[in-house]
């Protein structure tokens, strides 16, 4: 199982990016996908989940600015980060979990700039 994710980078305050993460070896429509992150200094947190049925959970601290999305046909999720603040940076990981399950991607690197 691998969990490849992409398109972190350096952003300017204000900014956008959008999070890609390609699954192979699980067919993520039978799984709750999620992407957490770490910060400096900082325990790994939830930032967007996404379930089986289509219901999405997200922290608070991202509500209205992050949406996390799929593509079955892709087998990949996204997350797309609007209004990015500094507090956002830190290296974001996907992870894909069910019944005992979970499995996680190597993580991407976002810095937002102030």
């Known amino acids: 199982v691998q969990l490849q994710a992409s398109g972190g980078g350096l952003v300017q305050a204000g900014g956008s990016l959008r999070l890609s993460c390609a699954a192979s070896?699980?067919?993520?429509?039978?799984?709750?996908m999620a992407w957490y992150r770490q910060g400096p200094g900082q325990q790994r947190e939830l930032v967007a989940r996404?379930?089986?049925?289509?219901?999405?959970d997200y922290a608070e601290s991202v509500k209205d600015r992050f949406t996390i999305s799929r593509d079955y046909a892709k087998n990949t999720v996204y997350l797309q980060m609007n209004v990015l603040k500094a507090e956002d940076t830190a290296v974001y990981y996907c992870?894909?979990?069910?019944?005992?399950?979970?499995?996680w991607g190597q993580g991407t690197q976002v810095t937002v700039s102030s």
């Open positions: 070896g699980i067919r993520i429509s039978a799984y709750s």
């Open positions: 996404i379930f089986g049925g289509g219901s999405t």
């Open positions: 992870n894909g979990a069910r019944a005992g399950l979970n499995y």
